[in-house]
């Protein structure tokens, strides 16, 4: 029989079908598959040709008129009780990503599973889904030297110029549990970032904002930039990795720490030479107001700091959720109260926007006292406010929290294991010796001991019982 005959009769007639998936084979009827038009099946039962066919499945046997797919023999068992029953079940202690992928292959949709189990098979689906989330190895957290990455990072030291003395430098700028050096130095530039943020805070108490400014001021933060931008461009020129140091989210923040002053020392420049210039003093105050970015130096040297910025880098939608909830919140309850208050003058609500900001210190459990209802139905509509809004500020915070905890204990581990590099290196370079083997060789001498001292004792023995066999004899030998 030819292809051609044999695809364009047909095949209504036959009353099953051979399947063979992964070396289970089996017989299905063709009226169990025709009742599933849109599975891969009840499509194969369309096809007129061997191309269509192969299509379908990945091979096809002319003689034996088996079909063959080279998948789980042992998820096609829940497949073949769909067919047979219209009912797709999920059983406990499966792969759910792998029983997804096979019934997606299969044709049929997670809709068809039947409500028993559907309820259970989103479960562990969702778990599956937080546990892959918290065993991921992909970039989560603002530190770019991941606990992955440090080895391959080390290695490239090997094929750069001076790359011993530089791999020296970065682990002492980088790893505060290299040497005692490294802890001078994480311990001195954390000092010196405490140091800059409180001589900014004090410097803008009124008694220090007359001109000229203090001389104390300006020498501590002469010394703060000159310390920042040292430690800067020491990080840039031993870097293992120069793009990867550019994109570093703590790099940025320390090149904004100092990047103000020198602007703001070349504003004034211009301002000298220039007396066109209009408004110079505001982009002064702008620049050095933009030297609160030191404060985010510290994220280098906290855990939390930075397990939180992950946090938000990886949580925009449920802080976006948060924000949605809040803008709706306030969109409706500040028209609520400015229909309610708009005519009491002792209240200041006469106006919507006014009723934003009434709304938002509500909502979020502020409550300045600044604007308050005094109508009994302002009241009732100012409780249903803070009602609102501690229901929708406490729905995202929990999922915000419990990242939270999980990026803690990723950066926790990764510390650890950075603080291990150093210990790595040394035992790299120590003899290796097996405990086993010695432990082992000490039993065998200790029986081996024993052993002859046993044979020493036995022959001791031997030596007294043939001296006194020979005393006695002698003694008869001489009585007779």
Partial sequence: MVYGQFYHRDRLYLEMININVGGLKQKVEQKALLKFPETRLGKLLACSSREDTLELCDDYDVHADEYYFDRNPSLFHYVLNFYLTGKLHVMEGICVFSFHQEIEYWGIGEICIHHCCRFKYYEHKQNAVEKEFDTQSDDLSLSSEDAGTIPQQMEKFKHMRYGRQREKLWLILENPEYSFSAKVFTISSLTIVLLSIVAMCVHSLPEFQGEPEDPGFLIVEFTCIVWFSIEYFARLIVTPCLCNFLQNPLNIIDFLSFLPFYITLVVERLDEESSELVNIGRVVQVLRLMRIFRVLKLARHSIGLRSLGATFRHSYEEVGLL??????????????????????????????????????????????????????????????????????????????????????????????????????????????????????????????????????????????????????????????
């Fill in 323 to 480: 924000i949605v909830f809040l803008t709706v919140g306030i969109a409706i309850f500040s028209a609520l109260i400015y229909s309610s208050e708009k005519d009491e003058k002792e209240t200041g609500l006469h106006s919507i926007p006014i009723g934003w900001w009434w709304a938002t210190i509500s909502m979020t459990t502020v409550g300045y006292g600044d604007t308050y209802p005094v109508t009994i139905q302002g009241k009732l509509i100012g409780s249903a406010c803070i009602i609102f809004g501690l229901l929708m500020v406490a729905l995202p915070v929990t999922v915000i929290f419990n990242r939270f905890s999980k990026y803690y204990r990723r950066e926790q581990a990764i510390d650890v294991v950075i603080r291990n590099q150093e210990l790595r290196q040394v035992a790299a370079g120590l003899p290796c010796v097996n405990i086993r083997d010695i432990y082992v060789k000490k039993m065998r001498c200790s029986s081996n001991t024993q052993a002859l001292g046993l044979n020493n004792a036995s022959c001791e023995k031997q030596n007294s019982i043939e001296s006194s066999t020979s005393q006695h004899i002698d003694n008869a030998h001489c009585s007779q």
